[in-house]
């Protein structure tokens, strides 16, 4: 059974960089038919996409936070991070990692997510 | 940007009863729609993809259907245990992009 595990600090203060790890189990990161991504939801709000990386390293980021966000694999501890600087009290979230089907581009397998707060 | 609207934002059904969800894309996008579950403090969890197939393990009374910019989620038979909100989702290939609908919550009356 794939498992997905978040990990990182859970209070970031405003104008810093937000930094999480995801650590999958049981399966390798370099399998073909899948990219990695994140998704995050604001307390009490709905699902907002953030990104998704390749094992090669290929990326693609929401629109609307390209500017802030960078995502990185390192699939020799079959890992993949994210990175969202400057950040300020919208940022907070649950901030969860999954696996995303390339031929459906449907998340088939979700972590149980982390909190991130944004506070001084 | 292609947008996705649901509706109802929420409902309440009784045990047994046909629930039906809507979602609506500003521009025809194929069959390229998911449909998620999430109870509340859990991930989501995936339903169908593909606007009508369902993921492996789901129970039958959840189904998906449609094509183009209007599309349904139905749950036959409401359970007690699918009290959650529900959300579809969309791709896009150009820009490359993912966009989650609003969602709608569903409770037992």
């Known amino acids: 059974q794939l498992r997905l595990q978040e990990s990182g600090p859970g209070l970031v203060k405003p104008s810093e960089t937000l930094s999480l790890t995801c650590t999958v189990s049981?399966?390798?990161?370099?399998?073909?038919?899948?990219?990695w991504g994140w998704i995050r939801q604001p307390p009490g709000k709905g699902l907002e996409w953030i990104g998704s990386?390749?094992?090669?390293?290929?990326?693609y980021y929401s629109p609307s936070l390209k500017s802030r966000v960078i995502m990185s694999v390192d699939t020799s501890k079959n890992q993949f991070s994210l990175k969202l600087n400057s950040v300020t009290a919208a940022d907070t979230a649950v901030y969860f990692c999954?696996?995303?089907?390339?031929?459906?581009?449907?998340?088939?397998?979700w972590g149980r997510g982390t909190l991130v707060t944004v506070s001084s | 940007d292609i947008q996705m609207t649901q509706s109802p934002s929420s409902l309440s059904a009784s045990v047994g009863d046909r629930v039906t969800i809507t979602c609506q894309a500003s521009?025809?996008?194929?069959?390229?729609l998911n449909w998620y579950q999430q109870k509340p403090g859990k991930a989501p969890k995936l339903l169908i993809y593909?606007?009508?197939n369902l993921e492996t393990g789901v129970p039958s009374r959840f189904s998906g259907s449609g094509s183009g910019t209007d599309f349904t989620f139905t749950i036959s038979s409401l359970q007690p245990e699918d009290i959650a909100t529900y959300y579809c989702?969309?791709?896009?290939?150009?820009?490359?992009?993912?966009?989650f609908g609003p969602g709608t919550k569903v409770d037992i009356k």
């Open positions: 990386i390749y094992h090669s390293g290929s990326t």
């Open positions: 593909d606007a009508s």
């Open positions: 999954a696996r995303h089907v390339r031929e459906t581009y449907s998340f088939d397998c």
């Open positions: 989702q969309h791709y896009d290939n150009l820009p490359p992009g993912i966009t």
């Open positions: 521009q025809d996008i194929s069959n390229y």
């Open positions: 049981t399966d390798s990161i370099s399998s073909g038919n899948y990219y």
